[in-house]
Each structure stands twice: as structure tokens, then as C-alpha cells.
């Protein structure tokens, strides 16, 4: 089944405390990207990479960091998590094509204390 | 960056009909999508416009006016399940190398039908 995949689905962790979410897609896809959603505020795009080797920033980037070392995976990475960053994060890939739209992944939901 | 505004909710009853306006300000314009999402899911796609017109599929059609920076999303025959968040998102077509680029997404329109 054509699918991406987030893990953890629900992560409580403490401010400081080094993390990783990890993202994983099974179809090929060139494109990938991270979001997170926040009340009254929308999905806010972190960091996106249009293929391996190759990522950039998006709208808040700041306090992320990302890899793209093979197509597959897109970890995201928050080195020392703070409460602000609480929030419901989404990955999502896609072809990478312009007319190609982005497939989301389930979402993991994070809370920083 | 963009600057893309919709409805913050609006309401309907079965079987009408419902439009979803969405506009926005680009420095630099490569396509307009919308999403919708139920709660607690991930966002899905519904349509995509790139060029002024309107594009049809099923129940939902989308529209877009480049020069007014506009597009709307028009549900048709509206059932219990369209309640959702209707997410309008601009994509900027200036990141390195890419055509894609970044996705602006607006802040979502939350739609409740009503039977």
C-alpha cells in the first residue's frame, strides 16, 4: 500500500531533550516536507527537500533540522525541544513535478513540557 | 511570502450548495491547491489550479483568477461527511532548483453541514 509513514504518533518529552521524528515514504517520491499545525495558525511548512542531498527552508524552520541521506526518509530533528514546539507535525511527499500534489503522513503529535 | 486568506468557518445544510473563497498575495505564483481535512487526519487532496478557469471533478470544482488572486471551492449536493476544514494552499515556485517549492497553505475554513 502506497503510504507515508510518521514515528512516533504521540511523543511527551521534556524541554531539552534531544528528538527525532521520523518520516518514510514508499512511493518513490522525489519531493518531501515537513509541517506543523497549529490552532488558528494553519499548517506552517518547516523544512522541504526536493530530492537526496538537497533540503531547504520553509516558513519556521528555526529549532528543526532535517536530512534527506536517502529518498525514502525525511527525519526530522529537534536538538533541544522547547515548549513552543508543541504542536502537531505532518509529513507529507509527492512527485516532485508541477502539476504533483503532496501525499500527508498520519501525523505526530508532540508535547514539549 | 504569501498572504492567503479564507472564511474562518461557514455552515450549510445537506444537499446545498457551498462556495469556499480563498485569495492571496504572491511574490511568485506556481499553482493553487485545496485540501481537506477531518479531524484529528491528515490533510487530502481535491483539486489543483494553475491556469484561470474552473476544474471539475465530481461534487467539487475549483476555480482560479490569477490577476485577482482568487480562487474558490464550490461543493455541490453537500453530505454530512463534507464536514471538514477546507485548506487553501498557494505553491511558490522560486526554492533552489525546483518547480515545486514551497507550499503556503491558508488557515482552513471549517465547514459544518447541517442535516
Known amino acids: 500500500e502506497a503510504q507515508v509513514t510518521q514515528n512516533p504518533r504521540y511523543l511527551i518529552t521534556v524541554t531539552g531533550k534531544k528528538l527525532t521524528v521520523t518520516c518514510s515514504q514508499n512511493?518513490?517520491?522525489?519531493?518531501m516536507s515537513w509541517y506543523r499545525q497549529d490552532p488558528g495558525l494553519g499548517l506552517r511548512q518547516i523544512y522541504y527537500?526536493?530530492?537526496?542531498?538537497?533540503?531547504d527552508k520553509g516558513d519556521v524552520p528555526e529549532g528543526y533540522k532535517v536530512s534527506r541521506k536517502e529518498k525514502r526518509n525525511f527525519p526530522l530533528i529537534l536538538e533541544s525541544p522547547s515548549p513552543n514546539q508543541t504542536s502537531l507535525y505532518f509529513c507529507?511527499?509527492?512527485?516532485?513535478?508541477?502539476?504533483?500534489?503532496?501525499?500527508f503522513g498520519p501525523g505526530t503529535r508532540l508535547l514539549v513540557l | 511570502g504569501q498572504n492567503i486568506d479564507q472564511p474562518t468557518e461557514m455552515t450549510a445544510t445537506e444537499g446545498a450548495i457551498v462556495q469556499i473563497n480563498c485569495t492571496y498575495q504572491?511574490?511568485?505564483?506556481?499553482?493553487l491547491f485545496w485540501y481537506q481535512q477531518h479531524a484529528g487526519e491528515a490533510p487530502t487532496f481535491l483539486s489543483y489550479?494553475?491556469?484561470?478557469g474552473l476544474e471539475e471533478k465530481g461534487r467539487f470544482s475549483s476555480f482560479l483568477s490569477r490577476s485577482k488572486g482568487y480562487s474558490y471551492l464550490l461543493l455541490k449536493e453537500l453530505q454530512m461527511k463534507d464536514s471538514a476544514s477546507y485548506l487553501c494552499?498557494?505553491?511558490?515556485?522560486?526554492?533552489?532548483?525546483?518547480?515545486?517549492?514551497?507550499?503556503?497553505f491558508g488557515r482552513g475554513t471549517q465547514l459544518t453541514v447541517w442535516p
Open positions: 507529507a511527499s509527492g512527485k516532485g513535478g508541477f502539476q504533483e500534489t503532496q501525499y
Open positions: 494552499a498557494v505553491r511558490d515556485g522560486r526554492g533552489r532548483g525546483s518547480t515545486l517549492g514551497r507550499l503556503y
Open positions: 527537500s526536493m530530492n537526496v542531498e538537497v533540503t
Open positions: 512511493m518513490n517520491h522525489e519531493y
Open positions: 504572491t511574490s511568485g505564483f506556481n499553482g
Open positions: 489550479n494553475v491556469l484561470d
